[in-house]
């Protein structure tokens, strides 16, 4: 009897295992058909006889992205939607471009963790730790450093030079997804409840209804 326990534990860790993961590819490659109207988790395959070069390609991470916005930050992204390529693998890269103290906000990546190194300049770059403990592990980070940040987590950057910086990014999903928490809260169609949010951030609701209206 214990020894079918043990068994059936086996089972279920190896089962949950298997299935925290995106599944692997069973063929050489599975390029996203943007033009298909078939329902799939993803995207639906492209002909493999209509593949080409051009599907595994893309070029613009060698130009700075425009930071002119509040922010002060312009994130260029290679992912499925850009390399249809990138269909079932698992991977995407970002180029983020910050101005002079700029940011790029507190979000999540729902779907993905992400590896992000310094290519230039000098960034405070942090994350922080679910409920309850809420805890802030942040580092400053220079030209050549790495620093990971686990999926689902908020995260943020911060530009702390007085010149242009400049980092790529890789995530471990072909679509990662970001939910910028600021946009998602008070820039929500329609509207969170005012009085929801004065009870949540607990300040009055005017306040709530000046930050909506910058979002």
């Not at 405070?124 to 790495?146: A, H, M, Y």
């Amino acid at each position: 009897m214990a020894s079918q326990f043990l068994l059936l534990a086996f089972l279920a860790i190896t089962c949950s295992v298997a299935i925290a993961s995106d599944p692997s590819s069973l063929q050489d490659f599975c390029v996203a058909d943007p033009a298909s109207s078939v329902p799939v988790n993803g995207h639906a395959c492209k002909d493999p006889k209509l593949v080409g070069a051009n599907d595994f390609f893309f070029s613009g991470l060698h130009l700075a992205g425009n930071t002119s916005n509040p922010a002060g930050s312009k994130v260029t992204p290679a992912t499925v939607t850009q390399i249809p390529g990138l269909n079932t693998f698992g991977i995407s890269l970002v180029r983020i471009d910050y101005a002079p103290m700029g940011i790029n906000p507190p979000h999540t990546h729902p779907r993905a963790t992400e590896i992000l190194t310094v290519v230039e300049g000098s960034l405070e770059v942090g994350f922080v730790t679910s409920n309850p403990e809420n805890r802030l592990i942040s580092k400053v980070l220079q030209k050549g450093d790495v620093f990971v940040f686990p999926v689902g987590l908020a995260h943020f950057q911060h530009n702390v030079w007085n010149s242009n910086a400049v980092a790529i990014a890789a995530l471990s999903s072909q679509n990662p997804g970001a939910i910028t928490l600021a946009n998602a809260v008070f820039g929500s169609k329609p509207d969170i409840s005012a009085d929801v949010l004065a009870k949540a951030f607990q300040v009055d609701k005017n306040i709530v209804f000046n930050f909506q209206e910058k979002f």
